[in-house]
């Protein structure tokens, strides 16, 4: 098969014919028609993510294929496996453990930390191919009449949003929710809020094209993330009942932190990096707590296509480019040019 390989860290992607695995007993093989790029492939491309003082090296054989938002046909089912049928149009949910752990009967599959790791495009090749081995069939979900690309995007940046706005809880509807960085993942909260909340949503972000992105996406107020224009917003609404931090920079904890009513939650999914510290008693005097939320689970990413095939989610902006072009669009997605998410179509 046909792939964008990386055969070192920092390199470009080269074009390689690999021979993808037999799908053996509960297995699956798929044929890739859409593959989303996205900010986690760039880091695992650096070889490492920043934690700050140290940087957390990425462990990733060679030649290794990028790309865990992936949607395709299924081409071959494993023995014992009989769905979804041969030619189903499905998305894989590509955060797979081990299977058998604690965690993983938990349901918690994208917390495993048994080895060798098995997440696609991350520790096994994932969807910058023609095919994609799929170890657990269950990881296949069907997504019917889908437009091309969305269910891709639905097992990353879609699922990351996902799970960290049902993080929030149910705070009193009348309560603002702050949106923090209005990149792929954000807009994808953005989209996804109003089914998941009642609440008003207010998103933040430096770039003006985004905050313009976000209102149209149903926010009640777009703003640069200033103190002086959270304070116009909190003087009205009052202070956030929770904000998702899409960035994750000490910039954005700094702001968003701040604009936490007492008792606020504050999500962190953004791996931008860095370090940040804040007053120790602010925690318990405010009392605000801060979490951290990865991807999501299997049954989240079922709920949230469910909720795609009724229609309720505008897609992103999406932008269509051949496989082979993988470089330029990822050379794009690190100058900052991209609106919503490059989608690579073998
Ligand atoms: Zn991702
Ligand atoms: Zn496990």
Known sequence: MKAQAMTAFGA????????PQKPGPGEALLRVSRAGLCHSDLHIHDGYFDFGDIRQPVAIDMPAVLGHEIEGEVAELGEGVSAPAAGTR??????????????????????????????????????????VHVPFADALIPIG???????????????????ALKKIGTPPPEQPILLLGMGGVGLMAMALAKSVLPNPIIAADIDAS????????????AIEPTPEAWKAIA?????????IDFVGAPATFGF????????????????????????????????????GSYVGRLDEARE????????????????????????SAIDDLRAGKVLGRVVLKP
């Open 12 to 19: 470009p992607l080269e074009p390689m014919d690999l021979t």
């Open 90 to 131: 499905v998305a894989v949910y590509p955060w797979l453990g081990c299977n058998a752990c604690d965690t993983c009967r938990a349901g918690d599959q994208q917390l495993c930390i048994a080895l060798p790791r098995r997440a696609l495009g991350v520790a096994k090749w994932g969807g910058m191919a023609e095919y």
């Open 145 to 163: 009449d889908l437009a091309p690309g969305l269910g891709a995007l639905a097992m990353c940046s879609g699922l990351t949003a996902y799970s």
């Open 210 to 221: 985004k905050r313009e992105a976000a209102l149209s996406y149903g926010a009640v107020e």
């Open 235 to 243: 003087s009205k609404r009052g202070g956030a009942a929770a904000a």
């Open 256 to 291: 968003g932190t701040a604009a936490l009513r007492r008792g606020g939650k504050y999500i962190i999914v953004g791996l931008f990096g860095g370090k940040a510290s804040l007053p120790l008693a602010s925690l318990p005097l405010r009392p605000i707590s801060i979490v």
């Open 304 to 327: 949230l296509i469910a909720l795609m095939r009724q229609g309720a989610i505008p897609a992103p902006p999406m932008h269509e480019r051949p496989l082979d072009q993988a470089n």
